[in-house]
């Protein structure tokens, strides 16, 4: 399965290519199952009811501690989130100044979320959160006067103020972690991660993936990855129910 970050139709065309070199190189079936929404998601995902996931970096760590998992191949690249306002706003220089303002952001468990609120040691005093979905969208809510400020990855930033644009400025930077990954259960033995781990690294994996690589990593390989690259990120999850 995966974050359920799509629609049903977006998402088959994504993952079931990637299901299906997985069964051609596993030598038995693997199916492609969209959970629809996070509720469901996150609820199997504890239960273990998922042998291959591709998500976050803080979900795989929790796999890692609580279900057994092993992380296989990730996103290349550094992940970093940060916290913008707009650049004429004289108000904001710090990120404890958000407490009780709002902020543009996807609905936790999203990591930018997360990251963000995690600053925050007091839940009585917290940014208040504008459920927004997509990237742009939350760059756009805060530029617009929706929100007072926005979490993104600091790559989308990178693409929104291209060319020397500056609308914005950074009020926090959160800490650089590994991009989205794959992990694999315990019921896949240790030859089939391995497996795994060599299907899609491979020139046949690299075609499967296009979809997923274009989507989360400008089209770049996967790249193999062990656990102690995600040691202590499922911290971020330890305010989310469930978790």
């Known amino acids: 399965s995966a974050a359920p970050r799509e629609e049903d139709a977006e998402a088959e065309a994504i993952y079931g290519p990637v299901a299906e070199h997985l069964s051609t190189a596993l030598g038995k079936k693997v199916v492609f199952k969209h959970a629809g929404n996070w509720g469901v998601y996150q609820g199997l995902m504890q239960k273990g009811a998922y042998d291959i996931v591709f998500d976050g970096p ?47 952001a996807h609905a936790p468990p999203n990591l930018g979320t997360l990251t963000a609120l995690n600053e925050f040691e007091n839940p009585a005093r917290q940014p208040i959160i504008i459920n ?18 926005a979490v993104i990855p600091l790559k989308k930033l990178e693409q929104f103020e291209a060319a020397g644009r500056r609308e914005s400025k950074i009020v926090f930077r959160g800490a650089t972690m590994p991009d989205n990954a794959l992990s694999a259960g315990p019921r896949l033995t240790p030859s089939d991660q391995d497996k795994v781990t060599r299907a899609l690294l491979s020139p046949e994996g690299e075609k499967a993936t296009t979809l997923l690589r274009e989507k989360y990593g400008n089209s770049k390989p996967l790249v193999a990855t062990t656990n102690k690259d995600f040691a202590g990120l499922s911290n971020y999850l330890r305010n989310e129910w469930g978790y």
């Open 58 to 104: 803080h979900f795989n760590s929790w796999r890692v501690d609580r279900a057994q998992h092993n992380v296989l191949v990730k996103v290349p690249g550094d992940h970093v989130f940060v916290v913008l306002v707009r650049k004429d706003n004289d108000k904001i220089r710090e990120l404890k100044q958000l407490a009780g303002r709002s902020l543009c």
């Open 132 to 149: 927004t979905d997509g990237w742009k969208e939350i760059y756009d809510g805060m530029l617009g006067g929706r929100c007072v400020a």
